[in-house]
């Protein structure tokens, strides 16, 4: 089992910046890639960036140049930068871990981008 905690979700003004981070736990081995999805009321989960064990990264076509995924593999941690925020951008954000055998995901942190 992995278990995945986000945290840095909140109120950011259009412009402004905001970096959520994901600590994980459990059996570490079994994940083959990490990242961040996001979800707003009667919309489906889409991926908003990716990161494998090899550092290869992967981004939602309207956050590129704005957000950057890194991990930190010492402290088992996961990060979203996001700059450049716009009001599109509200959602809860959920981070993500994938194995060979299933996804695993945290409990959601919500960023409101609003003025």
């Known amino acids: 089992q992995v278990q995945l905690v986000e945290s840095g979700g909140g109120l950011v003004q259009p412009g402004g910046s905001l970096r959520l981070s994901c600590a994980a736990s459990?059996?570490?081995?079994?994940?083959?890639?990490m990242g961040w999805f996001r979800q707003t009321p009667g919309k489906q989960r889409e991926m908003v960036a990716k990161?494998?064990?090899?550092?290869?990264?992967v981004y939602l076509d309207s956050v590129k140049g704005r957000f950057t995924v890194s991990r930190d593999n010492a402290k088992h941690t996961v990060y979203l930068q996001m700059n450049s925020l716009r009001p599109e951008d509200t959602a809860v954000y959920y981070c993500?871990?994938?194995?060979?055998?299933?996804?695993?995901w945290g409990q959601g942190t919500q960023v409101t981008v609003s003025s």
């Open positions: 459990g059996s570490l081995w079994s994940i083959n890639a």
């Open positions: 993500n871990g994938v194995s060979t055998t299933r996804d695993y």
């Open positions: 990161i494998t064990s090899s550092g290869n990264t």
